[in-house]
């Protein structure tokens, strides 16, 4: 199954570039930003591995990077990716995950 990351998605993945070129330069952004990509790039052979998202019907919520970050993605006739989040923040609104 084809992937697409929305909009929103690939924003939250250049913050999370941003960050890490910051705070430990490009060879560790670019290792995060592909660990992230390489793990949701795993949902096409099992799109309905993880949990669905309790708050938001129809969305699905990955853990990613070791658990630092959370994919939320949902199944359609491809596997959009929503946005990409630091675990530890405040959980994704319905309005967030309604795009």
Same mark, same amino acid.
């Given at each position: 199954m084809r992937i697409r990351y929305l909009s929103e998605a690939d924003d939250d993945l250049e913050g999370i570039k941003r960050h890490y070129l910051k705070v430990g330069g490009k060879a560790l952004a670019l290792r995060m930003v592909r660990s992230i990509r390489?793990?949701?790039?795993?949902?096409?052979?099992? #799109?309905?591995?993880? #949990? #669905?998202y309790e708050i938001a019907k129809g969305v699905r919520r990955l853990v990613v990077a070791d658990g630092a970050y959370l994919a939320f993605y949902r199944v359609r006739e491809v596997i959009e990716v929503i946005h990409i989040r630091r675990a530890e923040r405040e959980p994704a609104t319905t309005e967030e995950l309604d795009v």
């Open positions: 390489k793990e949701v790039a795993g949902l096409s052979d099992n #799109p309905n591995i993880a #949990p #669905p």
